[in-house]
């Protein structure tokens, strides 16, 4: 009987248990979590925050009985402590009663996620610091809403974005705090960032680039009847901020500290995998927010933590634990963002820098549509290659129902070295209701030779 352990009960640890169930019946599965609860969801947070009233509902999709029917083991609240992979050996020890264990295992598949990144800042701070990641964050900062009225978030990525947008709709004066010249840098091109960051800013949102966070100190201050605890956030260009409370959203690092003296690492201190999901060591592979990702078009294997890439990578891994058999489809880094009921912003695919750092000879191509009977309406930046007019990227924005569809559209062509003539004329649903009834791809398509030609006159 194959012994197969996995630590991490998250996206990737769960999709890998799941298939590997599949795939080898008579193996004897164990998966170990520190949390009491597995499968939560953290991208339902933004939802719970915004009002919605099926968090519970929405925030786990499995739970530890629905696996055991499948006869996989779960210990959750046990913490694995040390990893011998020469002798193939876990020990672990149960967070409830402190009672120590050790098991064997045949293959290793290392699911053991990520943690906040927290800069390191001068300052005592505690109670009034927030990070999104687990269930408990979400209760935390839920609370945190009712009872307060001012916020500095600090990172201006997706979650400090969207965030932000979500307190300052709760009617909480935010400030959002961004080291980098623009907002959402890692995902957009610079003239799209700064119409999403307009767009926040004329709803009240004050927002501070090329700001870096030096210092955070908490102060016990008299409201009349009552002490409460403010936060103050200093800078490096000397300025000040002063609210109820800061919540850190400058991304997340791979959790590998158990491994990192015995496997590869490779970008941010991420385990290294190959094509396989396989690890430096034999038997043992890792997947989700530990591991590397291979980005269609990008030379080097980067760290991108992303919940769609974690269960592929899971399950990827759980075919090839006997033997090689299925690749990993290179990620485009698709993403989705609700600022609110209405506007959506997506991507997938290299910006127009990025892409130019790779060293591709690019450019991007605009277009806009918008509905007949009402407001609605996207716009979309895609990049390509000037040459081939092959796609190697897209962001789009707006409040149109169709947003979310064409990044995922746009995600397969990538994958696929797919030009934008390739897909003109594959056969979409007609867009009822536009003032351009053409496809998205048509439309592409046509901006992009009529550039072309203008710069070759040029």
């Given at each position: 009987m194959m012994e197969i352990?996995?630590?991490?009960?998250?996206?990737?640890?769960?999709?890998?248990?799941?298939?590997?169930?599949?795939?080898?019946?008579?193996?004897?599965?164990?998966?170990?979590?520190?949390?009491?609860?597995?499968?939560?969801?953290?991208q339902s947070i933004p939802l719970y925050l915004s009002g919605d009233t099926n968090f519970l509902k929405m925030s786990s999709y499995v739970t530890t009985s629905d696996l055991e029917k499948l006869d996989i083991l779960v210990k959750t609240q046990t913490s694995v402590t040390e990893i011998d992979m020469e002798k193939k050996t876990i020990e672990y020890t149960d967070l409830v009663d402190q009672a120590e264990g050790k098991d064997s295992y045949d293959k290793l598949i290392l699911a053991t996620g990520s943690y906040p990144s927290l800069p390191l800042v001068q300052g005592e701070f505690q109670d009034k610091l927030y990070v999104i990641k687990k269930f408990e964050d979400a209760v935390k900062l839920k609370k945190f809403m009712r009872e307060s009225r001012s916020v500095v978030v600090i990172g201006g990525g997706a979650i400090g974005a969207e965030i932000s947008k979500i307190m300052n709709n709760a009617h909480i004066q935010t400030t959002l705090i961004h080291s980098s010249p623009f907002i959402l840098n890692r995902y957009l091109d610079k003239d799209v960032a700064e119409d999403v960051q307009q767009s926040l800013e004329s709803d009240g949102i004050e927002i501070c680039i090329n700001s870096?966070?030096?210092?955070?100190?908490?102060?016990?201050?008299?409201?009349?009847?009552?002490?409460?605890?403010?936060?103050?956030?200093?800078?490096?260009?000397?300025?000040?901020?002063?609210?109820?409370?800061?919540?850190?959203?400058?991304?997340?690092?791979?959790?590998?500290?158990?491994?990192?003296?015995?496997?590869?690492?490779?970008?941010?201190?991420?385990?290294?995998?190959?094509?396989?999901?396989?690890?430096?060591?034999?038997?043992?592979?890792?997947?989700?927010?530990?591991?590397?990702?291979?980005?269609?078009n990008v030379k080097v294997p980067t760290y991108v933590p992303h919940a769609s890439d974690a269960i592929r990578q899971g399950e990827v891994a759980a075919v090839n634990l006997m033997q090689p058999k299925v690749k990993l489809n290179k990620s485009q880094g698709t993403y989705k963002l609700n600022f609110d009921s209405e506007n959506t912003l997506c991507m997938t695919g290299l910006s127009l820098s990025k892409a130019q750092q790779e060293g591709f000879n690019c450019d991007?191509?605009?277009?806009?549509?918008?509905?007949?009977?009402?407001?609605?309406?996207?716009?979309?930046?895609?990049?390509?290659?000037?040459?081939?007019?092959?796609?190697?990227?897209?962001?789009?924005?707006?409040?149109?129902?169709?947003?979310?569809?064409?990044?995922?559209?746009?995600?397969?062509?990538?994958q696929n070295d797919m030009t934008v003539e390739e897909i003109e004329y594959t056969d979409f649903y007609f867009k009822h209701g536009f003032k351009n009834p053409r496809s998205f791809t048509k439309m592409v398509a046509d901006k992009i030779r009529q550039q072309e030609r203008i710069a070759k006159i040029y």
């Amino acid at each position: 009987m194959m012994e197969i352990r996995i630590i991490g009960g998250s996206h990737a640890g769960i999709a890998c248990a799941i298939r590997a169930r599949e795939e080898y019946p008579d193996s004897h599965i164990i998966v170990y979590d520190k949390q009491k609860n597995i499968g939560f969801i953290a991208q339902s947070i933004p939802l719970y925050l915004s009002g919605d009233t099926n968090f519970l509902k929405m925030s786990s999709y499995v739970t530890t009985s629905d696996l055991e029917k499948l006869d996989i083991l779960v210990k959750t609240q046990t913490s694995v402590t040390e990893i011998d992979m020469e002798k193939k050996t876990i020990e672990y020890t149960d967070l409830v009663d402190q009672a120590e264990g050790k098991d064997s295992y045949d293959k290793l598949i290392l699911a053991t996620g990520s943690y906040p990144s927290l800069p390191l800042v001068q300052g005592e701070f505690q109670d009034k610091l927030y990070v999104i990641k687990k269930f408990e964050d979400a209760v935390k900062l839920k609370k945190f809403m009712r009872e307060s009225r001012s916020v500095v978030v600090i990172g201006g990525g997706a979650i400090g974005a969207e965030i932000s947008k979500i307190m300052n709709n709760a009617h909480i004066q935010t400030t959002l705090i961004h080291s980098s010249p623009f907002i959402l840098n890692r995902y957009l091109d610079k003239d799209v960032a700064e119409d999403v960051q307009q767009s926040l800013e004329s709803d009240g949102i004050e927002i501070c680039i090329n700001s870096l966070v030096t210092g955070i100190q908490e102060e016990l201050i008299d409201t009349g009847n009552v002490r409460k605890k403010v936060s103050h956030v200093f800078t490096r260009d000397g300025r000040e901020f002063i609210a109820d409370g800061v919540i850190y959203s400058t991304g997340f690092r791979p959790n590998s500290f158990l491994v990192a003296d015995q496997v590869e690492l490779g970008d941010k201190g991420a385990i290294a995998v190959d094509e396989y999901m396989q690890t430096s060591v034999p038997d043992v592979f890792a997947v989700g927010d530990c591991a590397t990702t291979t980005l269609t078009n990008v030379k080097v294997p980067t760290y991108v933590p992303h919940a769609s890439d974690a269960i592929r990578q899971g399950e990827v891994a759980a075919v090839n634990l006997m033997q090689p058999k299925v690749k990993l489809n290179k990620s485009q880094g698709t993403y989705k963002l609700n600022f609110d009921s209405e506007n959506t912003l997506c991507m997938t695919g290299l910006s127009l820098s990025k892409a130019q750092q790779e060293g591709f000879n690019c450019d991007v191509a605009f277009v806009r549509d918008d509905y007949v009977n009402s407001d609605a309406y996207y716009e979309m930046w895609m990049v390509y290659e000037k040459e081939t007019h092959k796609i190697l990227g897209m962001q789009s924005k707006g409040t149109a129902k169709e947003i979310a569809a064409q990044a995922d559209i746009i995600s397969l062509a990538i994958q696929n070295d797919m030009t934008v003539e390739e897909i003109e004329y594959t056969d979409f649903y007609f867009k009822h209701g536009f003032k351009n009834p053409r496809s998205f791809t048509k439309m592409v398509a046509d901006k992009i030779r009529q550039q072309e030609r203008i710069a070759k006159i040029y």
